[in-house]
């Protein structure tokens, strides 16, 4: 497969994926994927996918021919839904990006850690409170290992974090 400058949004309909969108095509690319169930343009040049990033197959095919992927997708506030579901967007997420030998970018939140006034830092260890706190802490923990396991590029960034950050090579 010939490799473009795709750069995909998995999770393209919240508020971190349309900033992320105009950021990316004011500076970096013209050629963006927008994915979620039922997706929708940030900018008129945008390719629109729809999928579901609980299924492996259709992550993996919204995935194909890109060089950069950005996970941005998040689930509503119910925490049952987040114990059953979060694990395996990224999952999914890692694992075409993996295939397609695109660099991974992830946005997360800082429930992972503990909830006070210390300053996070990226060595700051996880101290979850609650539910939602540890399910992210799972997720955080095997989206790290997993990076580290297969030897690709990849950033994680806590999605409470004012400042986007541009992938580098």
Known sequence: MQRTMMQT???ANGQIAVELARELQRNQTRELRLVNRNPRKVNDSDVVVAA?????????????GSSIVYLTAGLPPDTEMWEKQFPT??????DASWAAGAKFAYFDNTYMYSQDDRLLR?????APVGRKGRVRARTTT???????????????RPRA?????????
């Open 9 to 11: 949004i998995l999770g």
């Open 52 to 64: 579901d990033l609980l299924d492996a197959g259709q992550t993996a095919r919204a995935v194909e």
């Open 89 to 94: 967007m990224p999952k999914n997420a890692l």
């Open 122 to 126: 990226e060595e700051t260890p996880f």
């Open 142 to 156: 095997l989206v790290l290992e997993e990076v580290a396991h297969r030897s690709f590029t990849a950033q994680a």
């Open 161 to 169: 974090s004012p400042m986007l950050s541009s992938p580098t090579n």
